[in-house]
């Protein structure tokens, strides 16, 4: 094992917990395959300490000031500044994307913390004017208590920072299930927290087998809110097990990001731009673009740079310098990407670059540019999570916008062209949460990012971040 890997444990109640005779569960290097870290599974009693410690620190973090509860999210976005070198790496041996994409990502969460220690403070209510003047009436937006959040394993620690810091700037208090396959960061985050004061049992942190640990804390009455950020069939299950408790969810799920490239856009500048958005973090990103509708006169020149640039990538372990795309996660991911590569030839489609796994040490896998798979291939209909390009030809733009919106994903789009005409039919019409015309400028901490349809509910970011951790009161007081 690295010495200076993670010390993974459980976070509870202001302290850290070690394996002490619990389940413990490897961890393993995707780039080489071997065990990294040993983490340890929450007990059902570390689960009910969890719950009841979250609870006692509602009932006082409720009250403490916005600018108290920025001072330490500010602190914790100064930490991660100045750790980001440590624990990017311990992203890279846990998850495999290269240091400097594990680095970006911890800095950039320090922009997220900021950003919600100074939103907090404008969580306004309003007063409604009354119907006789000696009536007053009020509208309060408080924080909805205990929350339980469950993040996935491609962003470990922006996914996580996200639901911490929306539901600790609200008021609320948070238990958070993290990536078992991908968990330093958010121990790395529980520490961060911890040296910038905050109390003990506002932000708890648990492990064990995903589908256990959800299904206890939903059915808790303790908890008053889930969100999850993850698969769309995982989504469902949770979101159903949430209603059926009556709590409140944020799902933030899959999509299958539809990139339409119109003949009169710099078709240069959107192969290249594609390309690196398409392979970081080897293509395991919710909004990565993944159907790549070419209009027929752009299509040759498109697919000959876009190909061209996908084969100069350096595949690698992420800790080596020259790396441009590290290993998938796990091993389970390189399976899936060889049958839609499979699945793509069978029906007839040309693999223009990659297909194939590499080298038979870690979990590394080509990227892949598919062209021409006909619409019913699974590559066009369910996301891959993956370093997968499927490129398509099309004629018309109504035909474009028709076959991207025809899946039940809406989460991202993307769009180039130099026709402002054609840029405001791209933005009515694409079925999206998100879309990004000639550039790419979502998941900034300042604004909304969520899905639709089959991708989610609700934002993380924007001045909706706050939504899913309030609630409304209405006080009418007569004197
Ligand atoms: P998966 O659906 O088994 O797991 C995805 C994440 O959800 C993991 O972190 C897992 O620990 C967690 N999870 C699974 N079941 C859970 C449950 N019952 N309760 C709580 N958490 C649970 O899939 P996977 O093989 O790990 O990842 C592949 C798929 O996951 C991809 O196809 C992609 O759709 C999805 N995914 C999406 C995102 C995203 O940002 N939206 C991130 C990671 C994975």
């Known amino acids: 094992m690295p010495t200076s890997y993670e010390n993974l444990a459980l976070y509870i109640d202001g302290e850290f917990i070690q394996g002490n005779g619990r389940i413990e569960q490897p961890v393993l290097d995707p780039a080489t395959g071997d065990t990294i870290g040993q983490l340890p599974h929450a007990s059902r009693a570390d689960l009910d300490h969890a719950l009841a410690a979250a609870e006692r620190a509602f009932a006082t973090w409720r009250h403490v000031s916005p600018m108290e509860r920025g001072a330490i999210l500010r602190k914790v976005g100064q930490l991660s500044r100045e750790r980001a070198k440590e624990i990017g790496r311990n992203i890279t041996l846990d998850q495999g994307k290269p240091l400097a994409e594990a680095m970006g990502e911890v800095v950039r969460c320090a922009d997220h913390c900021d950003w919600h220690a100074e939103e907090c403070r404008r969580i306004y209510g309003r007063v409604i004017p009354p119907r006789t003047p000696n009536?007053?009436?009020?509208?309060?937006?408080?924080?909805?208590?205990?929350?339980?959040?469950f993040t996935p394993w491609n962003f470990p620690y922006n996914q996580a920072i996200r639901k911490i810091a929306a539901a600790i700037a609200a008021g609320?208090?948070?238990?958070?299930?993290?990536?078992?396959?991908?968990?330093?960061?958010?121990?790395?985050?529980?520490r961060l927290f911890h040296e910038a004061g905050l109390p003990p049992g506002v932000l708890n942190v648990v492990w064990g087998v995903p589908h256990e640990v959800s299904e206890y804390l939903i059915a808790s009455p303790i908890v008053r809110k889930v969100s999850f950020t993850g698969s769309v069939p995982v989504g469902k299950q949770l979101a159903a097990l949430a209603g059926s408790h009556m709590k409140r969810i944020t799902m933030e799920l899959g999509g299958h990001s539809p990139v339409i490239v119109c003949a009169d856009a710099d078709v240069e500048r959107a192969a290249t731009m594609l390309s690196a958005m398409k392979f970081s973090n080897a293509g395991q990103v919710c909004v990565s673009p993944t159907r790549f509708f070419i209009q027929e006169p752009a299509w040759d020149r498109f697919m000959a740079r876009f190909t061209e640039l996908s084969r100069a990538i350096k595949v690698g372990p992420g800790l080596e310098a020259d790396t441009r795309m590290g290993p998938l996660a796990h091993a389970r991911r390189v399976t899936a990407m060889a049958e839609f590569v499979e699945?793509?030839?069978?029906?007839?489609?040309?693999?223009?670059?990659?297909?194939?796994?590499?080298?038979?040490?870690?979990?590394?896998?080509?990227?892949?540019?598919?062209?021409?798979?006909?619409?019913d291939a699974r590559i066009m209909q369910a996301e891959p999570f993956g370093p997968i390009a499927a490129c398509v030809p099309f004629k018309d733009l109504d035909e474009a916008l028709r076959r991207a919106n025809s899946?039940?994903?809406?989460?991202?789009?993307?769009?180039?062209?130099?026709?402002?005409?054609?840029?405001?039919?791209?933005?009515?019409?694409?079925?999206?949460g998100m879309v990004n015309i000639n550039h790419f400028?979502?998941?900034?901490?300042?604004?909304?990012?969520?899905g639709i349809k089959d991708s989610g509910m609700g934002s993380e970011g924007g001045t909706e971040t706050f939504d899913g951790y309030l609630v409304t009161k209405f006080v009418t007081q007569m004197d």
């Open 172 to 190: 609320c208090t948070i238990i958070i299930k993290g990536p078992e396959d991908s968990p330093s960061a958010i121990v790395a985050i529980a």
């Open 441 to 450: 400028g979502q998941a900034l901490p300042e604004t909304p990012f969520g």
């Open 343 to 375: 699945d793509a030839a069978a029906r007839g489609a040309r693999i223009e670059n990659g297909g194939e796994r590499l080298g038979d040490i870690g979990n590394f896998f080509a990227p892949t540019v598919i062209a021409a798979p006909p619409d």
């Open 407 to 432: 899946l039940p994903y809406g989460l991202s789009s993307y769009a180039f062209t130099s026709n402002t005409r054609s840029a405001l039919q791209i933005q009515n019409g694409l079925e999206a």
């Open 135 to 149: 009536v007053r009436q009020f509208v309060l937006r408080e924080p909805i208590g205990v929350c339980a959040a």
